[in-house]
């Protein structure tokens, strides 16, 4: 079955370290996304790619980093510059064509040790 | 700007009552509209969708109608279970392939 495969489904940081949350589908969509959704809030964008190579900033991307070298992966490094890390991480894709729906992974959550 | 307004909740009610889930939007154009199902630790599901005015979309005993005229996309169910219980996202989508969420609303069934 086709489907978004993030991983791990928990993490821990440690103060000062970086940390790399994977997220791979094979539904050959071009386009990918990461959301944080902090407890009892709706979701927000990180980081989105549209093409392979290529990514923009979404509404809170201070902190963290993404590539986007291959089609169906898109890891996003959670950075130590990010201050307040602890959340629960979505990854999304969507395939190509006007006001499509996103696909969404079980989601990563990041807790600081 | 694109934007998208659903009731807060929490919204609890009793095993086979009404639900309505009230979502507004301000949008340029003729956006698709969704709603997503959030169960506890997982990600969020398609639940149903619209993609013009007056069409309806359903799922599961779920429905939401496209009102351009009251720029609304409202979740209906006629009698919920506790399986339900869930957080639910209204959502538009945008020509960037962005899509606009909702602050979600959580619902709890009692039995």
């Known amino acids: 079955d086709g489907g978004i495969t993030q991983s791990p489904k928990y993490l821990f940081r440690k103060e000062g370290q970086n940390v790399t949350l994977s997220c791979e589908q094979n539904?050959?969509?071009?386009?990918m996304y990461w959301y944080r959704q902090d407890p009892g809030q709706g979701l927000r964008l990180i980081y989105y790619?549209?093409?392979?190579?290529?990514?923009q900033k979404g509404d809170i991307a201070e902190g963290y980093s993404v590539s986007r070298e291959k089609k169906e992966s898109f890891p996003l490094t959670v950075t130590s510059a990010q201050k307040n890390p602890t959340a629960f991480y979505l990854c999304?894709?969507?395939?190509?064509?006007?006001?499509?729906?996103?696909?969404f992974g079980d989601g990563t959550r990041l807790s600081i040790l | 700007g694109n934007s998208v307004t659903q009731m807060e909740g929490p919204v609890t009610l009793s095993e086979e009552a009404f639900l309505t889930i009230n979502c507004t939007y301000t949008?340029?154009?003729?956006?698709?509209l969704f709603w997503y199902v959030q169960y506890p630790g997982e990600g969020l599901q398609l639940l149903l969708k619209?993609?013009?005015?007056?069409d309806k979309g359903s799922n599961k005993g779920f429905e939401a109608t496209y009102r351009k005229e009251t720029t609304s996309f409202h979740l209906e169910k006629g009698s919920v279970q506790v399986s339900d219980s869930a957080v639910y996202f209204c959502?538009?989508?945008?020509?960037?392939?962005?899509?606009?969420f909702g602050k979600g609303t959580r619902l709890h069934i009692l039995p």
């Open positions: 999304a894709s969507i395939p190509t064509g006007l006001n499509q729906p996103q696909h």
């Open positions: 539904l050959n969509h071009d386009a």
């Open positions: 790619s549209q093409i392979v190579n290529d990514f």
């Open positions: 949008a340029t154009g003729y956006p698709s």
């Open positions: 619209a993609t013009k005015a007056d």
């Open positions: 959502a538009l989508g945008s020509r960037d392939d962005k899509i606009i």
